[in-house]
């Protein structure tokens, strides 16, 4: 089917993603349906409709520069402002048990991919990018999808699969610490008055210099190129050293430029974590990039597919996330962790640090606000990790 904008037409494909982005944003943060929603729902759904009546070409050199160039750039931003020593030094009871929650994540994602494999095409990709992000977040999301790139429809199918469980998983969060069986065997876990001011405070627009945006964007490119060069010489190099089983484990490490590029940047902030602290929007610019992203997976999704394989995909990422809860319950429980401490710490695994930190704020549990963010975005820099382990090893079973 022809489209009437043309696969050709860079500027108007670049100012559609562009504008997309941007009005899901304003829609997420300036009313409550789209709140509820997500903005990557927002963005998903919009070029969907755009692309099924036929106003946007299913494929563009504009979408392969997204993945190509877009995301990689958008992870080291993202990562810039965690600082692994304060992670350590004033969050680690909440970090042992959100490597718990970690730990249910990738039980449960294990058992979803064997109970689901013959039913749900391209499940071991997909359960890399889950399991990534269900460590992680949107960002780890992301580079899986690149790294393994599966078809664009079953890409649009975990967002809608993943976005309707977080909403459900929320909800079942947000009501545990009301219900008395929970109050009875945890410690804590009442919520306290939520205070506006401090949400307000915590949620304020931040100041940011032209210097922040130039030092911040000519660190993360200096990071892509230097990781992408070294990764493209690492797979050639070691490809051709015979094959061997050690070969190719470490090729398969080296060479994979999203590792490289957590890989590094986690070096350079904890070498330098003043200097990135000290930057400012580089998360705004990485999340930006990030809606890009999430607007282009939308393109080249086929209504039909996608309906078709929402169910199964829902069921899939229900398995995971109760498998993350249910263990961090379970532990919670036999190593006297406070009910907060480990509903937080579900969801800053399964949600990622900012639906984690609106949970604290909305519980009125303000002296675990900045705890869960720190120990959430750690979840950024062992997400890929994990993906990458979880989905090689899916795909050598299939």
Not at 28 to 47: C, K, N, P, T
Not at 247 to 259: K, M, N, P, R, V
Not at 337 to 357: C, I, K, Q
């Amino acid at each position: 089917m022809n489209s009437v904008i043309s696969a050709d037409d860079v500027w108007m494909l670049w100012g559609f993603i562009a504008v997309w982005a941007a009005v899901s944003i304003y829609l997420e943060q300036r009313f409550r349906w789209a709140a509820a929603v997500s903005g990557a729902v927002l963005a998903l759904a919009g070029a969907m409709l755009f692309t099924n009546v036929g106003i946007l070409p299913t494929e563009s050199p504009v979408y392969d520069a997204v993945w190509t160039y877009v995301v990689p750039l958008a992870i080291p931003l993202l990562l810039f402002q965690i600082n692994l020593r304060k992670i350590l030094r004033e969050s680690g009871r909440l970090l042992f048990m959100f490597c718990i929650s970690a730990i249910g994540t990738m039980i449960g994602s294990i058992f979803a991919f064997f109970l689901f494999k013959e039913q749900i095409p391209h499940l071991d990709k997909i359960g890399g990018m889950i399991s990534a992000s269900y460590i992680g977040g949107g960002v780890n999301f992301a580079a899986m999808a690149a790294k393994f790139s599966p078809p664009g429809e079953f890409v649009s199918s975990t967002v809608v699969a993943d976005n309707f469980m977080m909403a459900l998983l929320f909800f079942i969060l947000m009501g545990i610490p009301a219900v008395k069986w929970f109050q009875n065997r945890f410690a804590g876990g009442k919520a306290a008055a939520p205070r506006q001011n401090e949400a307000e405070a915590y949620w304020k627009r931040k100041e940011i210099s032209l210097q922040d945006i130039a030092l911040g964007l000519g660190a993360a490119f200096a990071i892509v190129v230097v990781s992408v060069k070294a990764a493209a010489y690492f797979k050639e190099r070691l490809a051709s050293d015979g094959g061997s089983f050690f070969a190719q484990f470490i090729s398969g490490i080296l060479g994979d430029q999203y590792l490289l590029l957590t890989t590094l940047t986690l070096f350079l902030t904890f070498a330098f974590p003043r200097w990135f602290e000290k930057l400012k929007g580089t998360q705004e610019i990485g999340t930006y990039l990030i809606y890009l992203f999430f607007v282009v997976i939308g393109i080249p999704a086929d209504l039909r597919i996608i309906l078709m394989n929402a169910p199964l995909l829902l069921a899939f990422v229900f398995i995971i996330a109760m498998s993350n809860l249910l263990v961090s319950l379970a532990a919670g429980k036999i190593l006297r962790f406070r009910l907060e401490e480990v509903l937080l710490a579900t969801n800053a695994s399964v949600g990622g640090p900012t639906t984690a930190a609106a949970m604290a704020i909305a519980k009125g549990w303000r002296e675990l606000i900045a705890p869960i963010m720190l120990v959430g975005t750690f979840g950024y820099l062992i997400g890929n990790y994990v993906g990458t382990m979880l989905g090689t090893w899916f795909s050598s079973l299939l």
